[in-house]
């Protein structure tokens, strides 16, 4: 295993046969997923940081354990085929694409890593159980799960409307097809940001925006031109300013309905 | 087209208000018949334009006939017109539209808002359903926090700084005092503006509206009716209204609200007179950093000189050319969302009516309102004259 370098806020090394991403957040020394990550998440990541580095988005089936759905629509490229020797691999708190077998990680990088309070974080774990239970019902303004999903691919994929327009505005009165631009790059400029106190969240963030400290919210120029408004990634030290670089991860947003709904959040 | 002038104006105290919705209401249109010089009947009324948001759910349907019927107007043709925050601002635009187009010559104008009935997280649920939902909101974002990203943009553009929001704040504070409906009606120091807690970075407490139940109501009145009704008479000179993006992504600056500058255009070019001719303006200032936009937008201020403007005072009553929010505006005299628009021209009537009492801004003949809904996807301006020329 090589020395481990920062990737879509993970530790990413180089493992035989592939690339290794482990979680940078330790409670009590051990490792955990960021406040916000999970299996899910680190497999888009690791999965981006296999594609820069060149080589083709083509794995065997994904493993169970992941929301399928989640990890396709935020890699567009990305192709399962049976006959793929190339596999991602599920650790404890760390995920692996490998050409062949990998085995469990021996050791965890000190460098880099963020020790979370462990209060905070079982309690961070208390409030997604009760956001993703059915009898939360968020208030005053819903995302329905059609329209979630119909924004899906947007969200997590940054597909683009011709022009290149995003989000896409959906079938407009000039028949522009919701299709057409592309699929944007994870990455932008802030044009501008605020970090919200927790009583002024919207009621999606409600139960875990006291135990976060509040949000931070930018606006982003993305680099291939539209603009959006994104969340920072939790856990992760969000010091932004106007005209900093900002790179754009799959991460949970909320819950809603019982299911958790992913998207894109900035990362400084 | 016909004129348009307003015959009567009442409101209730903006603030906690300990009755029901119905109560509230009642009680404006009973301020506002009190108003009417002349014999006025409210079953004569044409039409009713009711603006409210139906915070919280009580009664979000078919508002208008519930509270219409309460207020001695059972039948008459009668509607709640939604624009977020801006909801009165066109409920106004609407009644002046059936007069001035010769359809109806008596109409009753509402806003109304309850707001301080909800708990704590419920009320909070309800504060962020008029921005963009699906893009905005799931990003974090309610209107402090869309605010605050127009402030910090602006600050970096044009170099204002919160010093000058400060400057806002302090000024409304101030000239609530003299405003016996004023939610807020305390003097708040510099220093305590500029040291507030933080709710959205940069926009501290001071520099946001407080919660408020109110309710206002207007009646208007064809040329011909108007000058039966009252020997002063408070003339529609000029309405306009325009939308914008909803979301703030889809925009190409955050530093002006397009929406009220088509407005404004639309309303100057009507009544035939510029920003130079108003005495007073009452703006909407939801956050402080909202008034400033507005004196920009509106041609107050030039562009980027609007924290220049706050520095200098130049809004303040009887200082500057124009007073701006002399009624304390939305940060102390209160926002209770749908009753704003109204509420703003209840101040209006009795400013040019010499009617203001120790808040009188001097002479004043010209004035306008401004009445934005959420972070500018509507705007509502309306220009208004003690004397028609």
């Known amino acids: ?268 | 087209m016909v004129d348009v002038a307003v015959v009567g104006a009442g409101q209730t105290a903006f603030g906690q208000h300990p009755g029901a919705m119905k109560d509230m209401w009642s009680e404006a249109v009973r301020a506002c018949v009190n108003s009417v010089d002349g014999d006025l009947s409210l079953s004569d009324v044409d039409e009713v334009f009711l603006g409210s948001t139906a915070f919280g759910g009580g009664q979000l349907g078919n508002t208008a006939a519930y509270l219409a019927e309460h207020a001695g107007m059972a039948g008459v043709s009668a509607r709640r017109v939604e624009n977020a925050c801006a909801s009165s601002g066109f409920a106004l635009r609407d009644g002046w539209a059936s007069i001035a187009s010769g359809r109806a010559d008596l109409v009753v104008v509402g806003g109304l808002e309850t707001m301080n009935d909800l708990t704590p997280e419920r009320k909070r649920y309800w504060l962020g359903v008029s921005g963009d939902t699906e893009w905005e909101r799931l990003a974090g974002l309610t209107f402090p926090g869309t605010y605050a990203l127009m402030a910090r943009r602006h600050a970096h553009e044009h170099g204002s700084t919160h010093d000058d929001l400060v400057h806002i704040s302090v000024k409304n504070h101030a000239h609530a005092l003299d405003n016996e409906h004023a939610h807020l009606r305390k003097a708040v120091p510099f220093e305590k503006a500029a040291a507030g807690a933080m709710i959205a970075d940069p926009l501290t407490l001071y520099d946001c509206c407080p919660t408020s139940d109110g309710a206002a109501c207007l009646v208007l009145a064809s040329a011909d009716l108007a000058r039966s009704l009252t020997d002063t008479p408070v003339w529609m000179r000029g309405s306009g209204a325009a939308s914008d993006h909803l979301a703030l992504h889809d925009r190409p600056s955050l530093t002006t609200l397009p929406a009220t500058k088509k407005a404004a255009a639309q309303a100057y070019a009507a009544a035939g007179i510029g920003p130079m001719d108003l005495d007073m303006a009452e703006v909407h200032d939801c956050f402080t950093i909202a008034e400033l936009l507005a004196t920009e937008d509106l041609g107050l201020a030039d562009v980027g000189e609007g924290g220049t403007f706050a520095r200098e005072g130049r809004g303040r009553r009887n200082e500057g050319r124009t007073t701006v929010n002399g009624s304390g505006g939305l940060k102390a005299k209160g926002h209770p969302l749908g009753a704003t628009g109204a509420g703003q021209v209840v101040e209006v009537f009795k400013q040019l009516r010499q009617q203001a009492g120790p808040r009188q801004v001097r002479d004043a003949e010209c004035a306008l309102t401004h009445n934005v809904g959420g972070s500018g996807a509507t705007c509502a301006v309306h220009i208004f004259g003690r004397d028609r020329a």
Not at chain 1, 249 to 265: E, F, H, S, T
């Open chain 1, 1 to 268: 295993m090589t020395a481990s370098r920062t990737f879509n806020g993970g530790l990413l090394s180089e493992v035989e046969g592939g690339l290794l991403l482990q979680s940078c957040f330790r409670v009590n020394g051990a490792p955990a997923f960021a406040p916000d990550a999970d299996h899910t998440t680190m497999s888009v990541d690791v999965l981006e940081a296999w594609a820069a580095s060149g080589c083709p988005l083509e794995v065997a089936p994904l493993p169970d354990g992941l929301d399928r759905d989640v990890v396709l629509t935020s890699l567009p490229n990305l192709v399962e085929a049976a006959s793929s020797t190339v596999r991602l691999h599920l650790f404890d708190h760390a995920v692996a694409v490998v050409n062949g077998e990998a085995s469990e990680p021996k050791g965890w990088p000190t460098d880099g890593a963020i020790d979370l309070d462990p209060e905070m974080h079982a309690n961070l774990e208390h409030a997604w159980a009760l956001e993703r239970s059915l009898t939360n019902v968020s208030q005053g303004a819903y995302v329905s799960d059609r329209t979630h999903r119909l924004g899906m691919g947007a969200r997590l994929g940054l597909s683009a409307q011709a022009g290149p327009t995003w989000p896409p505005r959906g079938a407009d009165v000039d028949g522009h097809p919701l299709s057409g631009g592309g699929h944007l790059q994870p990455s932008g400029t802030v044009y501008s940001w605020t970090r919200l106190i927790a009583a002024g969240a919207p009621s999606e963030f409600a139960l875990r925006a006291p135990l976060l400290g509040g949000l931070t919210s930018m606006v982003i120029d993305l680099d291939d031109g539209p603009r959006g408004v994104f969340l920072h990634a939790d856990g992760h030290d969000a010091n932004v300013d106007i005209g900093h670089r900002v790179r754009l991860v799959v991460r949970r947003l909320y819950a809603q309905d019982g299911v958790l709904r992913y998207g894109r959040k900035a990362l400084s």
